[in-house]
């Protein structure tokens, strides 16, 4: 096989290895980097395999295929993807239904799974005479945590995370804030549009760029989208085994990292059916997968706050694999849930069901129930993105109780907290940055 390159999604700069890809996160021209070819599975050779480090090591070959971190990608997943993501099965319902659980890592949330595996994949291409880099990013809520676990005491490397003051939820400000050593958290008296302007800024700012080597670890780098493919393969592996039938996902969905992740694990031949997107209020790709329109628009706050998105960027990925409307149509559908559906989907899906959902897995169980009968007769997966106890202020009134806390998120809870507090000027984050 010839090596693997990797394309900007706008065709406007040449085309590089992943590692390339992986340091640059975003191409020169501003496009998402997609691989110029998707390397073909055959499903018959994962056949006994159920550990995800075991998984990746076959199924992403192809996408390492010739690059340096090549002969690196077994212990790279091993180290990133020793996380559990069961596939459950829901007893209490009446049609096939499971639940892919992304919540097992440390900060309890999806974003774990892409984090740990583009630490790993950085920390073996930064060489020893490399200067210390800095990470910058913004955050609404789950990324910042799940970046900080990840690179959390690696010398070569520091993470500043920037986030909006009285605007995360209580939990996942204590994951921004309880790390020390290398990891700075940075409050910033503004919105999250805010933190996001103040990290661009920076990074096009050149006496701060050189001083500080800033690399970007957000959800756009192809790092962090591998390995999301991974848990899509095992779990389909895994339905196809139990059922016999291709499992069909309904994903909560934001930037379409998650989701385009499933994409990719069935474009290259893992047995998946249907790929549906659940939306909260901020309605641009339900609208677009109506009109055919595309028209971004600033997010709206919403209680599922990680999907508040209004201009989703991995849409560019998607366009690149389907290049039409009707190809588009054809592979992925939408739906929104506004925020009182979401709490009723709460509520009810704990009295029938007897499961909790965090409210970004609620918009995916109610996009369940809007599907017909008839619909409903192959085997479902409901995508949970987080454990409903990271957003225990929404969901305890709900269902009347407390929701238990998973081990690694209550030691979490215990941390003391560090952060600075900062007005939303670029000055200010340079002089933190000292
Ligand atoms: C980030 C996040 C999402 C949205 O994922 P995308 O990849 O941005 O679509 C959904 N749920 C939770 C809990 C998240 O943290």
Known sequence: MPDMQYASSRAGSPNVTLS??????????????????????DIEEF???????????RGLKGFFEGDRLEPELGAIAAAALDIPAPTTV?????????????FHGPTAAFKDFGARFLAESLARLQSRSDPPMTILVATSGDTGGAVAAAFHLRPWVRVVILYPKGMVSPRQEQQLTC??????ALRIDGTFDDCQRLVKEAFVDFALRAKHHFSSANSINIGRLLPQTVYYAASSLEIRHRTGAPASYIIPAGNLGNAFAAVWARAVGFPIERIVLAHNANRTVPDYLRTGEWLPRPSIQTLASAMDVGNPSNMERLRALYPTFDAITEHVSAESVDDATIRTRIREDFMQLGREWCPHTATAAEVYRRLSEEERDRPW???????????NDIVEPIVGKPVEVPAALGRLLELPRHMLDLPPTLKAVAAALE
């Not at 790390?179 to 700075?184: E, P, R, Y």
């Open 20 to 41: 390339e890809a992986i340091r640059q996160g975003l191409a020169p021209d501003g496009g998402l980097y997609v691989p110029t070819r998707l390397p073909a599975v």
């Open 47 to 57: 056949a006994g395999l159920t550990r995800l480090p075991d998984i990746a090591q």
């Open 90 to 102: 829901v007893a209490r319902s009446p049609d096939p239904l499971f639940v892919l659980e992304l």
């Open 179 to 184: 790390w020390g050593d290398n990891v700075i």
């Open 381 to 391: 997966v409901l995508v949970a993105t987080a454990h409903p106890a990271k957003f």
